[in-house]
Structures are given as C-alpha cells and as structure tokens.
C-alpha cells in the first residue's frame, strides 16, 4: 500500500529536485527512510499573478509507516498538504480467448487509434497488418511541406491522411478527461515511443507537431518488432462479409445469441488487392469521407452526431501571456501560456448552445486542414518550443443532428463541404486563408474598411485572402459567435479581442457520424469481426482518448479470439 500526497506546492525558484525532502517533511519521517516515490501530477496555479506555483500530487511507499500516517492524516484532517492510502489500479490485458482467428487482424489507419489497437494486439502475439491509405510519415512530412510552399494537393498524404492520422499535425497535446491504468498505459506507450516522461504526469501533457514523428515512427517500429506488418498507399476500398467464401452475404449461424443472425468478415478489398480477414479494426479517422460512403452502401450500422464546428481565432501570443502571467516574463521560464475558456449559452433558443476554445494552441500556427480538392478548412498547431508569436485556438459549438437535419445520415457531412467549398472558392482556388478582422466581424462591417493598412498578421504561410468570416460558418454558429465573443472579451478586460483575427471554417473538431458498434463486444451490429474504434467512429475527441479506445477494442479482441496459428 502507498501513501498518496496532495497540494504539494513549489515556487518558480524551487527545483523539483526537492520535492523528496518535502514529501518527507510532510508524512514526519526521515528522508532516509522515504522508499520510492513519484510524481501523479503536475500542474501550474496562476490565479495569484504574484505568486504563481506548481503544484503536485505525490506517491509515496513508506514501508511499516502506513498506519502512523494514516493516524496522522486523520488527526490533521482539513489541513494541506493532505495525504492518504493509495492502491493504484493495475493494468492487466485478458488471456486470449477460444474463437478461432483464420487470418492475421487487419487494422485500417494508422492514426492513434489503429496504431495503439494494433501494438496491444502486437504485443499478444496476433501479427496485425495495418492498412495505411497514405505514405510513412517521414514522407508524408516532405508533402505536408511542400504543400505549404504552394504545391498541389496530394489527396492521400496531407494534414489529415497518412501515418499518423491527422494528430501527427494537430499540436500533440496529450490532454484526457479519463483517468485509470488503460490512459496511464498508453501515456506510457507514447513514453516509450521517444516521448517525454514528464507526460506520464503533466496536467496538460504537449508534445508538439515535430516531435509526434518521432514518437509515430518508433511505436511503428515497436509494432513490426512484435511480428506486425504495415502497407502504405494502400487504400480500403470495400469489405467483404457474408457466409462462407463468395460475395453472398446470407446469414451465419451461431450459437451465442449476441452473435445470432450475424453476417461473418471474410476480407477486404484494397487499392492494392484483396486480403481475406476475419477480424478488421476500423480506425479510419473523422476525414476519412469516401470511407464512410463504401460503408453506407455495405450496411455497416451508422447514425449522426453532434461535431463541433466554428473558427480559428488568432492572437498575439504577448496578449496571452501578459493575461495569464500578468506582468512578469514568465514565459521564458514557463513557455508560451494558453488558454481554455467557455461562454455559456452564446446562442439562444431552447437548447442554447455553448461557445468555446479548442485545440488551442500556443506560439503555434493556423494550418490548412485539407484532405480533398476543392475544399478549405482550418486547424492549429505548435511544435515544442511553442515560439511563434502568435497564439491560435478554435471557437467552436457543438452542432446537434437537430442543427443541420439528422434525419439524413451525413447530413453533417454535408454541411461541412458546404462551407468548406465556399472557403475554397474565396480562397481563389489555391488554398488562401480568408481572414477577418475579429472585431469587423462582431460589427458586421463592411470589407474593405481597412485596405490601406495591408494584409492583416497571421501565421498561416499559404497566402490570405480578406473574407466575411460570417458567410463560412451557419447561423447558428454566427450567432453563438456574435453573443458569445463579447463574453470572453469582457472576462479578459478587452484584451481578447486586441489584435484578434478570424480565419476559417473550422469544421473537423470531430465526425458527424458515429459507426454502431455494440457496448460489450464493440463489434458492429450484424457483422462479426467489423470492430469500429477512435475519432472516425465516433467513439474519441483527442489523441490519447483515440488510443485508449483502440486498446480497450485490442483487449475485446483478445478476449474473444485465439491468437492466429495457436
């Protein structure tokens, strides 16, 4: 059993190197006596401008010390730091199961995702293949490049498609609003994969865009040392599931009830050929549009859900940190500040909407969130040392199937290109950023008002293009935006709008559409061995949360499945 402490705070000038010394100072033994101990968490408290701290939550084995502690505790109750008995959860993966697998599991993408699902099953001895429709991600950075310089769009390798997946470009932040040993598990997976340690613990763990290469690259490696396979620029183009060998697809006997009428996997079909399979994780990501089509028309199970969906807005990154740091240079201590915020019923109606920040990114850069021709929309990223002079976060709502017709399956999808095309269009047909002035916008000003002052600063590198942001998003965004900016300005003093753009849309926070998959198997309805996983299913809003899901399907597979050749 181990000791958990509470509160532990230090100054800016305290090295963490004292950390052991305080932690013995505050369960009353001697430093000598402290056994191995460890950092839970960290986070930074700067409410106080004068006196901003990090502050910690500690474990700690104090061998034959537990119950003097736990009397202490109880005796100084109410007082910090606080401490208490701590039994940390253990991380265990199930024993392979008896139903029998035919063929290696195939996993379609790569991003977070497909890959955790495919080391999990690596690791268990079952030899995935992973289906990737885009080129390895050093490849894939030479693109990305060569895109911003003013190259053609490649379809299949770009910000969203590619090893990867579309976190490679989206900042690296390791954020997770779970906790429990699956999250820690794949954090320490990252960790092992040429990521930082710190992010086993850090409050708001961040990697950056240029170092998520690296860490891609080695769990890739990881995976093939454990006996998987990758298969870039191959594209999944339809599934193959029925009865048997053929195309038929008749019912299959079966009998466990949960499976009773299902239809059985037999194979995909690829841009490369066909390759039979009785097990495939569909971890196609929430850009994967065509992907989702092949589907509808196969039958896969699917319904519509909410997405968030606004614009980027873009700051001087000063602003932000003399805001969240007050006065003092703190930043070349603590590295660019951030922020999280939210307006609370920005749009009226019945069910009000809810306006906030997303994927905000300090010292970052806006990018093209682009995977097809004739379609514009935006993102933000940073890489580690967060040193552009700008900040950029989205401002998003979550728009309901009831905001854009959820009667229709992709109705959501539908209003994404909508806008995305008219971004395009504005952007000349060459990928500019339209931009607006933040507060023209509110005002609903005319273009134009202030021409001889030059194009307006922004970290976008592709090009500009003055637009009325209002004509990129729909109504009820506009009106979420035009009620609940204003909010955010008044609780930062005036200073959120100072110097502030608009670009966008932003319209891939996440999917409009969640692919059914059942609660206990996580296997689509009807279709034995069709296993749905990550942000494109409908089931994660981040990095890490795409990753643990992969890994809870990695273990229902396990649990289910014999390993190939047993």
């Known amino acids: 059993m181990s000791i958990r402490v509470f509160n532990v705070r230090l100054s800016l000038?305290?090295?963490?190197?004292?950390?052991?010394?305080?932690?013995?100072?505050?369960?009353?033994?001697?430093?000598?006596?402290?056994?191995?101990?460890?950092i839970l968490r960290k986070s930074l408290d700067a409410r106080d401008k004068d006196r901003i701290t990090f502050v910690y939550s500690l474990v700690?084995?104090?061998?034959?010390?537990?119950?003097?502690?736990?009397?202490?505790?109880?005796?100084?109750?109410?007082?910090?730091?606080?401490?208490?008995?701590?039994?940390?959860?253990?991380?265990?993966?199930?024993?392979?199961?008896?139903?029998?697998?035919?063929?290696?599991?195939?996993?379609?993408?790569?991003?977070?995702?497909?890959?955790?699902?495919?080391?999990?099953?690596?690791?268990?001895?079952?030899?995935p293949l992973v289906l990737e429709r885009g080129r390895p991600v050093r490849d894939r950075i030479r693109d990305v490049h060569a895109f911003d310089a003013g190259s053609p769009l490649n379809p299949e390798s770009n910000y969203l498609f590619g090893e990867g997946g579309a976190g490679t470009f989206s900042d690296g932040k390791l954020t997770c609003r779970s906790s429990g040993p699956d999250v820690q598990r794949v954090l320490q997976l990252f960790a092992e994969c040429k990521g930082k340690p710190s992010i086993l613990y850090e409050y708001r763990p961040h990697l950056g865009s240029n170092r998520l290469p690296a860490v891609v690259k080695a769990l890739r490696r990881a995976i093939e040392s454990l006996g998987g396979d990758f298969r870039f620029s191959c594209r999944v183009e339809d599934l193959d599931y029925g009865e048997g060998v053929g195309t038929s697809c008749q019912l299959v006997p079966n009998n466990n009830s949960r499976h009773a009428g299902s239809l059985s996997l037999r194979g995909v079909a690829t841009s490369s050929g066909y390759i039979p399979a009785n097990v495939v994780v569909l971890a196609i990501g929430h850009s994967a549009r065509d992907t989702y089509e092949m589907l509808r028309r196969r039958g896969v199970p699917m319904t519509p859900k909410p997405f968030?969906?606004?614009?980027?807005?873009?700051?001087?990154?000063?602003t932000v940190n003399r805001v969240q740091y007050g006065p003092n240079k703190l930043e070349t201590r603590l590295g660019a500040a951030d922020y999280t915020l939210i307006a609370r019923g920005a749009s009226k109606g019945r069910q009000p909407h809810d306006l906030f920040t997303f994927c905000m990114c300090a010292g970052g850069?806006?990018?093209?969130?682009?995977?097809?021709?004739?379609?514009?929309?935006?993102?933000?990223?940073?890489?580690?040392?967060?040193?552009?002079?700008?900040?950029?976060?989205?401002?998003?709502?979550?728009?309901?199937?009831?905001?854009?017709?959820?009667?229709?399956?992709?109705?959501?999808?539908?209003?994404?290109?909508?806008?995305?095309?008219?971004?395009?269009?504005?952007?000349r047909g060459s990928y500019f950023c339209p931009i607006q002035r933040a507060d023209d916008f509110l005002a609903q000003r005319a273009l134009g008002a202030h021409k001889a002052e030059g194009m307006l600063p922004s970290s976008y590198s592709r090009g500009l293009v003055e637009a009325d942001i209002a004509e990129l998003v729909p109504p009820v965004i506009r009106e979420a935006l035009y009620h609940g900016v204003p909010i955010l300005d008044h609780r930062w003093q005036g200073r959120f709008l100072k110097d502030a753009t608009f670009v966008g849309p932003e319209a891939r926070g996440s999917s409009p559409v969640r692919i059914t998959r059942d609660d206990t198997t996580r296997e689509s309805p009807g279709i034995l061995g069709l296993y749905p996983v990550g942000e494109g299913a409908g089931y994660a809003g981040g990095i890490v949360s795409a990753a643990v899901d992969g890994l809870r399907t990695a273990k229902a597979i396990v649990a289910q499945y014999a390993v190939p050749g047993s």
């Open 60 to 127: 700690a084995n104090v061998p034959d010390q537990e119950a003097r502690i736990v009397q202490l505790a109880s005796r100084d109750a109410g007082q910090e730091p606080r401490f208490e008995l701590y039994s940390e959860p253990a991380f265990f993966m199930p024993e392979p199961g008896t139903r029998p697998m035919k063929h290696q599991p195939i996993v379609i993408g790569s991003g977070p995702g497909g890959l955790a699902a495919a080391y999990f099953l690596a690791e268990r001895g079952y030899r």
């Open 365 to 427: 850069n806006v990018i093209p969130s682009v995977a097809g021709p004739g379609f514009f929309c935006t993102n933000g990223m940073s890489l580690s040392l967060r040193d552009t002079a700008f900040a950029n976060s989205g401002l998003m709502i979550t728009v309901r199937p009831e905001d854009f017709g959820g009667d229709d399956l992709f109705a959501g999808i539908r209003l994404q290109e909508a806008y995305e095309r008219k971004a395009f269009e504005i952007g």
């Open 308 to 318: 968030q969906m606004g614009v980027r807005v873009e700051q001087p990154q000063e």
């Open 13 to 38: 000038d305290e090295a963490e190197a004292t950390l052991g010394r305080r932690l013995a100072g505050i369960l009353r033994v001697p430093e000598s006596d402290l056994g191995s101990w460890r």
